[in-house]
């Protein structure tokens, strides 16, 4: 307290220095001068009291006395210059005078009556003074400035307080509550009285408290849920505190409810999570509830509805069939949320989140215990849902991390000098303390098996019982889980067979995104096994939007996106954020995406007239903004490197490129052991070389006659076998050439395309994007149709013209089709006879091929 | 001579049309000048790559419009473009033409302007500037023609001449969307995209004089191969599919601008309607409100917003005309062509 008002008085002794200052210009009147020698004093007493007494009571006697002296000094002050009629000097020190009885106290009415009386007395001679017409026309313009400036502040004053005083005389001035006002034990004890009817039971004997007491204190608390009076904690430590008098299970599993659901109300709103002690006891509440229901097979939860009518104390007590209501499912998701929550909301690179991870083996254990729970109850849509979270957990987690987790949670089980020392720490509640006692006191263990067999046989069951969307989610937790685990091939041949990636658009933004993670998981899996090229597919659609992140709820990447999005969304989109340790690496996702697409594609650049369609579009972006810049100087981030290293290859100097590529430092990220990295970057070094002769024959070829293939072997560095392979792929893929095995010489057949080629080609993509375009819009006008809204005579007819208009479109489309064909037909038949010559000539050499592989 | 006579002895004919159904005969058939055919020919074939037009004389006679005689605008400029309806506004193309009428008429010429001829670019002569300029000589005559000659496609031996006119649906429809051809107006008239233009069948025909004199000039030779037999039988085919593959290509860039034209549309419709559903529905709830409390009910049309326009179909009309023109010149010539191609093969392979 003290240290409180001593602050303050610093406060206001600066706030007067600062008047001070600017009314130095003045000639300096009499106040200001005690102001300052007072505030000299001030400083002193401040400095001694500060260094060394430790002595309250004097301390607040002092203050208090300064406060005093403070007043009456301004208020003499005030009378004075009111006397004096010097408007402008009455105008600061009046200010001064309302600020000083702000301050200090809480309400104007407290003030003394001096005070009061001095207020009054300005109030009406200021009144007065402004009615007198022809004296305020005899003053100068400052001083009449000031006056009215002055009546209005002190009339506006004076209503507050008068306002506040009637108040104070209808509520009988017995309300002196605030503790800051009145420290006298007499008035706590008074307070203790006016309660005691209240919570009798608290202070009870526990002997005497009986089950009706108990049942009415409940109701009571039920009744003071969602008021704004009622503290939300203090709610919490009451039923603490009443569940340990409960007469009988059923009683305290009432109890319990009432106790975990005041846990979820105490954080107030949805942003803001649950404090990690809270969440923490809420679990051991959670669990315990748990051990009695399982314990206590005549206590049933009523999950929807109301339960039936109350049943009478007796039965109760006797251990008949009672019926509450209440589900463990919502308790359940709701702790999961708000550990998500909590995830979400510390930062992840502090200890506090380690720590709060360590949380997560607690969640397992409890979630796996409410499944068992519900499995015993037979309540299928529960069991998914609380399946689907528990999957939600642990299908992120490589078997180590896994058996990891186990050990931990067991040493916790086990030792009990260990966990009490780490959860002490980190909290202050005391009933912490006993959460895992718990566990080993009623069994709980951590689930059983090996991590790939719980997570199959979860996810089976959801197959079983689940409904549509949480099939979906098994399926796609199971294939991110066998991927993590680098089971590749299943998790590929699963995500094909379940025909996702049709669907994917239609459903929930969540579920859309753990497909992306699976995707973006395959991805990286199919690299790390050498398929570069699925690899790209499965990265295309992720990064090259550029909104990765945004795909991944890996946080929200700003950009010219961020500014249509509303408040409303973007909090949204808070919530979906995944927790930080179960992130994929967008970095590496993108060093990998763009190092497969330049193992792929960068021959691509150089093949003529290719359909613009197939080309990888963003690399191509990327190559471009590449050699666009005017001077390119040392490669400096992830894109600028691999760009450089393309560069390179193009060149045909695929050293410097391989260099480039295998000394990226993202590759230390890769989620695999040393020897598989070593490996995966061998490939990519050997991929690179046929790469560059790729790229090398698509972009040179045409300058030859023919290549020997010897010193193509030389240039790459790869036998003449792989040589040889890749060329043979290379013919077989449409490059018009043919090999020449006793020369070993590749000769070439390249022919430039025709001008009618070409207006053939460029006629056929204009009239499949025209068409494309016209489907587009004949959609829109089908959605339109669809909801229709004929409520006015209007708008339907114009809906029934549009229709006709659009089966007169759809007539002329139908024609434009059966006139495409005809035409393209004759058009490719001329274009046949016209090409016709180098398309035989390697389609002569097909055999040669095979017979060489 | 022939002319005036022909002129006297057909005139009673022409009058009885007049009072039958003077307003609405349509032109079933042109018969046109062996003369004037190869004055337009010439003009056409001269001025090529670029363009020319000019104006046809005749008589309208009956059921078939008689070209007779037909003289070239001058070209303006040295860029060889030539607006055949800038010309006959400008001031100077007017004098010309007028002088040309009166000299024509003081050498005893038909001097009745029936229409006007220009030359094409494989078949590219659907355009609006056609429509306008049908449009305008409509004002002063009722029935016109155009005679198109292309001299590309003249040169694959056929005869290039076409007689073409606004077919009267059409003008209908237009008229009554007052210049605008509205999707309404379309469908009220039932018109379809190939009734834009009609060809009108056209008939060369000489007089008895002209062909006494080529049955001179052509006794005693043979007369079973000429020149155009010899074109015939060209061989070189790409070319000619290769422009109309670009000209096709040219034309789907056309229709994607009247797609994005009509996406455009669709967008603002679509946010007019939610807007005006919007706005609907609250006015109604006004309404429902003032007539529960007595007042007077407001109107339920939306002053400030205004139904955005559909786009006119008119290019899309000719684009699609255009397309069909195109398309019909390929298949008439890849069918020659792949006969051609396969009785060389068989020659060769003999």
Request: aromatic content about 8%; hydrophobic content about 35%; proline content about 3%.
């Amino acid at each position: 307290q003290s240290s409180k008002f001593w602050g303050a008085d610093s406060d206001s002794s600066e706030e007067v220095s600062d008047d001070f200052s600017d009314s130095s210009a003045d000639s300096s009147s009499s106040s200001s001068d005690s102001e300052e020698s007072f505030q000299g004093a001030s400083k002193y007493l401040q400095d001694d009291s500060s260094d060394s007494s430790e002595d309250d009571r004097r301390v607040i006697q002092s203050a208090k006395e300064r406060r005093h002296t403070e007043l009456k000094a301004t208020v003499s002050n005030v009378l004075n210059h009111l006397s004096s009629n010097d408007w402008p000097e009455l105008v600061k020190s009046f200010e001064k005078l309302i600020k000083h009885i702000d301050k200090h106290y809480a309400m104007p009415e407290q003030v003394s009556n001096s005070v009061k009386r001095a207020l009054m007395q300005v109030s009406e001679t200021v009144d007065s003074a402004y009615a007198d017409k022809e004296h305020r026309q005899n003053l100068s313009t400052s001083f009449s400035k000031a006056l009215s400036a002055l009546r209005q502040r002190v009339a506006k004053y004076m209503k507050t307080v008068s306002l506040d005083t009637n108040l104070t005389l209808s509520s009988g001035g017995d309300s002196e509550t605030d503790d800051s006002t009145c420290d006298s034990i007499a008035k706590k004890s008074e307070v203790e009285v006016d309660k005691k009817d209240k919570n009798y039971l608290l202070y009870a004997d526990k002997k005497d408290v009986t089950y009706e007491m108990i049942d009415e204190k409940l109701q009571d608390i039920t009744a003071s849920r969602g008021k704004k009076s009622t503290d939300r904690h203090e709610v919490v430590r009451h039923l603490l505190y009443v569940r340990t008098l409960a007469k009988c299970p059923a009683q305290e599993v009432e109890i319990l409810l009432h106790i975990i659901s005041a846990q979820f109300d105490m954080s107030n709103s949805m942003a803001s999570c649950m404090s990690v002690a809270t969440w923490r006891n809420c679990v051991v509440n959670v669990l315990r509830l748990l051990t009695l229901l399982k314990g206590n097979s005549h206590i049933a939860l009523i999950e929807q509805g109301e339960p039936a009518v109350r049943v009478d104390k007796d039965t109760i007590l006797n251990g008949g069939h009672v019926e509450l209501a209440g589900s463990l499912c919502a308790f359940v998701e709701r702790l999961d949320d708000e550990y998500n929550k909590s995830l979400q909301n510390i930062d992840p690179h502090t200890q506090e989140y380690m720590s709060r991870l360590q949380d997560e083996c607690f969640l397992l254990i409890l979630i796996d215990e409410v499944i068992g729970y519900y499995k015993d109850l037979q309540n299928a849509e529960s069991q998914v849902k609380i399946s689907l979270r528990l999957l939600s957990h642990i299908h992120c987690k490589t078997v180590l991390l896994y058996e990891a987790m186990r050990r931990f949670a067991f040493e916790r089980l086990d030792t009990k000098h260990n966990h009490k020392q780490v959860i002490i720490d980190a909290t202050q509640e005391p009933q912490i303390s006993n959460m895992d006692s718990y566990y080993a006191a009623d069994g709980f263990c951590f689930p059983k098996g090996k991590l790939h067999e719980v997570v199959s046989h979860l996810t089976e069951r959801v197959y079983t019982i689940g409904d549509q969307r949480s099939k979906v989610r098994a399926i796609l937790y199971d294939t991110f889980h066998k991927s993590v685990c680098g089971d590749y091939d299943t998790a590929r041949e699963q995500l094909l067979m379940s025909h996702l990636q049709q669907s994917i658009n239609h459903m929930d933004v969540d579920t859309q995104v753990l497909f992306n993670r699976c995707m973006a998981q395959i991805g990286l899996n199919a690299f790390q096994d050498g398929a570069f090229g699925t690899s790209k597919a499965c990265l295309s659609d992720l990064l090259a939007s550029g909104k990765a992140r945004e795909l991944l709820a890996q946080g929200i990447s700003p950009g010219r996106h961020s500014v249509e999005r509303n408040l409303e969304q973007e909090k949204l989109e808070r919530r979906r954020q995944m927790p930080f340790h179960t992130h994929v690496n967008v970095d590496l996702l993108e060093s990998v995406f763009l190092v497969s697409s330049i193992l792929t594609d960068t021959h691509d650049l150089f093949i003529k007239n290719r359909q613009p369609r197939t080309s990888n579009r963003s690399f191509v972006r990327f190559i471009e903004g590449f050699e666009r810049q005017t001077f390119n100087g040392p490669p400096e981030g992830l894109r600028d490197t691999l760009m450089c290293a393309t560069k390179h290859l193009i060149e045909g100097n695929w050293m410097a490129a391989s260099d480039y590529i295998t000394n990226m430092d993202c590759w230390s990220m890769l989620p695999t052991s040393e020897e598989r990295r070593d490996y995966v970057l061998k490939l990519i070094v050997s991929e690179l070389k046929r790469e560059a002769l790729r790229t090398y024959v698509f972009q040179r070829a045409a300058y030859y006659e023919s290549l020997c293939l010897n010193t193509l072997s030389a240039m790459f560095g790869m036998s003449v076998d792989a040589i040889q392979t890749t060329i043979h792929k290379l013919l077989a893929a449409g490059l018009a050439g043919s090999c020449d095995p006793p020369t070993t010489s590749f000769a070439v057949h390249l022919t430039e395309p025709t001008a009618l080629h070409l207006a053939v080609t460029i006629f056929s993509e204009k009239l499949t994007v025209f068409l494309d375009a016209n489907e587009r819009s004949l959609g829109v006008h089908v959605e339109t149709e669809a909801s229709p809204q004929h409520d006015d005579e209007e708008s339907y007819m114009k809906q029934r013209s549009a229709r006709q208009s659009r089966d007169d479109e759809r007539e002329d489309v139908s024609k434009l089709r059966n006139m495409r064909f005809p035409n393209v037909s004759h058009s490719t038949a001329t274009c046949m006879n016209v090409g016709g010559d180098s398309r035989k000539g390697s389609n002569k050499r097909y055999p040669f091929t095979g017979r060489s592989l | 001579m022939s002319f005036a006579a022909r002129a006297v002895h057909t005139g009673d004919a022409a009058t009885d049309a007049g009072t039958d159904a003077s307003k609405v005969a349509p032109v079933r058939a042109v018969e046109l000048d062996g003369g004037a055919a190869l004055k337009i020919i010439k003009h056409c074939a001269d001025a090529s790559p670029g363009s020319a037009t000019g104006q046809l004389l005749g008589l309208d006679i009956g059921a078939a419009l008689d070209v007779t005689a037909a003289f070239p605008f001058p070209k303006i400029g040295n860029d060889g473009s030539y607006d055949p309806d800038g010309a006959f506004a400008s001031e100077e193309g007017a004098e010309y033409q007028l002088d040309m009428l009166r000299c024509l008429r003081e050498i005893n010429v038909d001097s009745n302007i029936v229409g006007w001829y220009q030359s094409t670019y494989l078949g590219t002569f659907y355009s609006e500037e056609l429509v306008a300029t049908f449009l305008s000589y409509a004002e002063s005559i009722e029935r016109c023609v155009c005679i198109a000659y292309d001299p590309a496609y003249a040169e694959q031996g056929v005869c290039a001449l076409k007689a073409l006119r606004l077919s009267e649906k059409f003008v209908e429809a237009y008229e009554a969307g007052k210049g605008e051809l509205t999707p309404e107006n379309i469908h009220e008239k039932g018109l379809k995209w190939n009734e834009v233009v009609e060809e009108v069948p056209l008939t060369i025909r000489n007089s008895a004089l002209a062909t006494a004199v080529m049955g001179e000039l052509t006794r005693g030779q043979d007369e079973t191969l000429n020149s155009t037999d010899y074109e015939r039988l060209d061989l070189s085919t790409a070319p000619f599919v290769e422009e109309n593959m670009k000209l096709l290509g040219e034309c789907m860039e056309d229709f994607a601008n009247e797609q994005q034209k009509v996406a455009y549309y669709q967008r603002n419709m679509q946010r007019y309607q939610s807007q005006h559903a919007h706005w609907l529905q609250k006015r109604r709830q006004e309404n429902a409100r003032r007539r529960a409390a007595g007042e007077d009910v407001l109107p339920e049309e939306d002053p400030n917003y205004k139904a955005p326009q559909p786009p006119s179909r008119l290019e899309n009309f000719l684009i699609t005309n255009q397309v069909a023109e195109h398309v019909s010149q390929l298949e008439n010539f890849t069918r020659k062509t792949e006969a051609k191609l396969e009785l060389v093969g068989a020659l060769a392979g003999k």
